[in-house]
């Protein structure tokens, strides 16, 4: 076997065509994770995880496996508050300036039943995208969302009942202090005609669908009323919220989206 120190590194060769790369690194690398859980103080999950740095000009390649070597420095179980130090811990380790990761998870929250209060395990999809670049951290937490929306032209035209669909908002924000995954779902949940259960009871359907009936909305409207409740957070800076209705008598699907860099108070 030839020693290590003989074995030709081809990334660290020179490349002449000058042309640098914003993000290089692996992708769909699955990892166990810790997430503060408001209810239960810390949740287990696994994150699909994509990491990436800057590459100058001069370098042919990255180091590939340095990624994971970094991961597992702060493993076996990342936690959120290693964020930061991971992307420190890459740009050293990587010799670059700038460093990406994203992680995206399930999360489960359990949620009683609305008239039964029949216990159930709701999941969401949660991502964190971090960045450093120019020493700077950048944290963004997005939650999706499925929800049931109905539609008010339907119900203001229809003689019998109105129709109805699941949607998915997709909530991303940006923080002054940490935020609640959960307080992030539930602003959305409460902006919808009704928010979702896994396990609904002849009476608690009912009410879900009565509620929603009572509460039509646009995608327009839910847009709109995610956008208001997060203009009036203090905490929240920026936020991005994007919501898509698959609509259940079109061959298409309603869309609309509002992102706003809130002013500095």
Request: hydrophobic share 40%; net charge positive; glycine share 4%.
């Amino acid at each position: 076997m030839e020693p290590l120190q003989h074995l030709q590194d081809t990334q660290n060769q020179k490349d002449r065509r000058g042309i640098a790369i914003d993000r290089v690194g692996v992708r769909g690398l699955r990892y166990p994770m810790q997430v503060r859980d408001k209810a239960r103080r810390l949740q287990h999950t696994v994150a699909n995880c994509t990491l990436t740095v800057d590459l100058p000009s001069r370098f042919k390649g990255t180091h590939m496996s340095r990624f994971v070597e970094v991961l597992n420095e702060f493993g076996p179980e990342l936690h959120v508050d290693n964020v930061p130090d991971i992307l420190r811990a890459l740009t050293k380790r990587l010799d670059s300036v700038n460093a990406h990761v994203t992680f995206e998870f399930p999360y489960f929250i359990e949620k009683n039943a609305p008239v039964t209060k029949a216990p159930g395990m709701m999941d969401y999809t949660v991502r964190f995208d971090a960045e450093v670049k120019a020493k700077r951290v950048d944290f963004v937490v997005t939650v999706i969302v499925p929800v049931t929306t109905l539609c008010p032209c339907s119900k203001a035209i229809s003689a019998r009942g109105a129709h109805n669909q699941r949607g998915q908002v997709t909530y991303s924000v940006r923080f002054k202090k940490p935020v609640w995954v959960e307080e992030l779902i539930a602003l959305v949940e409460r902006s919808a005609s009704s928010e979702l259960y896994s396990l609904l009871k002849r009476p608690d359907e009912k009410a879900v669908t009565e509620r929603a009936y009572d509460n039509p909305v646009f995608v327009e409207d839910l847009v709109r009323a995610i956008a208001a409740a997060t203009n009036v957070e203090p905490n929240i800076t920026w936020y991005r919220v994007e919501a898509e209705n698959y609509e259940s008598i079109h061959n298409h699907n309603a869309y609309a989206v509002i992102e706003k860099k809130k002013a500095a108070r």
